[in-house]
């Protein structure tokens, strides 16, 4: 793998920042007066809410007993306030795949990443914040055919980032409940398999959430590559990966949870996992890391 280069997107005037991330909807007519609503993004999860039944009381994916409420109780952050004191880093990984995530931290920490293919970009997972540098980056790039989702943690903005890059965002049907705000890019799918161009799929395997998914790329390295978000989750060792309904709190799946879900993946090539967080990483011998893992269980 060739040295990783690391770009610095700072963030941006707001000249030219598109509605969505100023926090204000489409106006639908010329004499219509400026909309009131003050979307808020949840500073522990990082989901941006537009409406307020919402944001009068504590963040719905926070108060889910796989997420948690902060000991000092529910804080919110402004877009204004998340564009001003924070930037997004854009590592390049290989050739066809690069992560962006936050700095400094906000939220879970989660990270993003861009995948360039022939027929098209695909984002998997995304972030809150969306500034003005990032968008020139990806734009560079060819844009997004399209933005898919491992799970309700990485809802954040993704209304924003449809919008600006016209593409729809795949999030499966089983995880419908959990979204806040339904924009007209979201593209809800069902069964157990979504196919997407370029050998690439999105494979629902359930456990951390109903809807809980994964990116099966096979030309990102030459055994295949597995981005998982915290469907799976790799430990700090390497050597293990873990599938728990709430990480955070510490609650486990079933044991039968773990033996179905480990089945699902006896037919699934690949040598590499990239996981939720930084330094996620499991290659070249990532399947039979992952079926050891929860072989331990039973
Ligand atoms: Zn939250
Ligand atoms: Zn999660």
């Not at 948690?68 to 880093?89: C, H, R, V």
């Not at 989702?149 to 999030?171: L, Q, R």
């Not at 309904?245 to 079933?254: A, K, L, R």
Request: hydrophobic letters at 35%; proline letters at 6%; glycine letters at 6%.
């Amino acid at each position: 793998m060739k040295r990783s280069e690391f770009i610095k997107i700072s963030a941006m005037s707001s000249l030219l920042v598109p509605q969505a991330l100023m926090g204000r909807s489409k106006d639908t007519s010329d004499e219509q007066a400026p909309l009131t609503i003050k979307p808020l993004f949840c500073s522990t999860c990082g989901t941006k809410f537009v409406d307020q039944k919402n944001t009068s009381v504590n963040c719905p994916v926070c108060s889910n007993d796989r997420q948690y409420l902060p000991a000092k109780g529910q804080s919110w952050t402004k877009p204004e306030d998340l564009q001003n004191s924070f930037s997004n880093l854009i590592t390049r990984i290989n050739d066809n795949l690069y992560e962006i995530k936050t700095i400094p931290k906000f939220a879970i920490g989660q990270r993003a990443f861009l995948i360039l293919t022939p027929n098209g970009n695909i984002l998997w997972d995304c972030i809150s914040l969306l500034n003005e540098s990032t968008i020139a980056f990806i734009k560079s790039k060819g844009g997004l055919k399209a933005i898919a989702i491992s799970h309700p943690h990485y809802y954040s903005s993704i209304n924003d980032w449809a919008e600006v890059f016209n593409c729809p965002v795949y999030i499966h049907q089983n995880d419908e409940e959990f979204i806040f705000t339904k924009g007209p890019n979201i593209t809800l799918w069902e069964g157990g398999e979504k196919e997407l161009w370029d050998s690439m799929k999105i494979k629902n395997i359930g456990g951390h959430f109903p809807g809980s998914s994964i990116l099966i790329v096979p030309f990102l390295s030459p055994g295949g590559t597995i981005l998982c978000g915290d469907t799976f989750y790799i430990s700090p060792s390497k050597t293990h990966v873990s599938v728990m309904y709430s990480y955070p709190n510490f609650i486990p799946v079933s044991l039968s949870e773990i033996k179905r879900i480990n089945g699902s993946m006896n037919n699934i090539p690949f040598d590499t996992l990239l996981g939720a967080f930084d330094n996620q990483k499991i290659s070249p011998n990532a399947k039979e890391i992952l079926h050891a893992s929860l072989e331990k269980y039973s």
